[in-house]
């Protein structure tokens, strides 16, 4: 677990169906409006693929179904569905289901997790999740072999630059900036 005063980041991945799970949280800038934040969320995957975050490697394409492919050095490493939001007079979720890619262990068009985003306002936090996720480079659950090794790799790998890039999104966030 990463933590400090601002941000905190929790992983699991389980053991018998190598579904993962992160956990990112901390607060938004004090002056977060519904709106704002709403923009804010929608536009991550621009925001992923800007040269100040991801030194230019990654791209972003959005398909005429809405569906917006991650791209890193040309190859789709990610297919994130059309974002779902949910609203109360208090609370802002957006959601990414994640629907294929190089490093998604399912195959396109099936549903492998998804990527939340949450703000709560009365509370003035901001939380982040990638829920029952599977990725490739643990493998599939019926294929033990060298199975702890594989979700070794993607906790020292994948995770810790997702972790690494919501950092980033966390403090851009809490900083208000656009």
């Known amino acids: 677990m990463i933590t400090g005063s601002l941000f905190r980041w929790s992983v699991s991945i389980d053991p018998l169906t190598h579904l993962c799970s992160s956990r990112e949280w901390s607060r938004l800038a004090p002056a977060a409006t519904m709106k704002a934040t709403s923009a804010l969320f929608l536009d991550y995957p621009r925001w992923l693929a800007s040269k100040s975050i991801t030194f230019g490697l990654i791209g972003t394409k959005h398909d005429v179904d809405n569906s917006i492919k991650i791209l890193f050095l040309g190859f789709v490493v990610l297919i994130f569905g059309a974002a779902i939001s949910k609203k109360t007079d208090t609370t802002l979720q957006v959601t990414y289901p994640v629907m294929g890619g ?77």
């Open 102 to 178: 190089f490093l998604s262990g399912k195959n396109a068009n099936e549903k492998n997790g998804e990527l939340v985003f949450f703000a709560d306002f009365d509370d003035n936090r901001l939380e982040t999740r990638v829920v029952d996720y599977q990725p490739a480079i643990a493998g599939a659950p019926k294929l033990l072999f060298l199975s702890w090794l594989r979700r070794f790799i993607y906790r020292c790998t994948q995770s810790v630059t997702h972790a690494y890039v919501m950092w980033r999104f966390h403090d851009k966030m809490r900083r208000g900036s656009s």
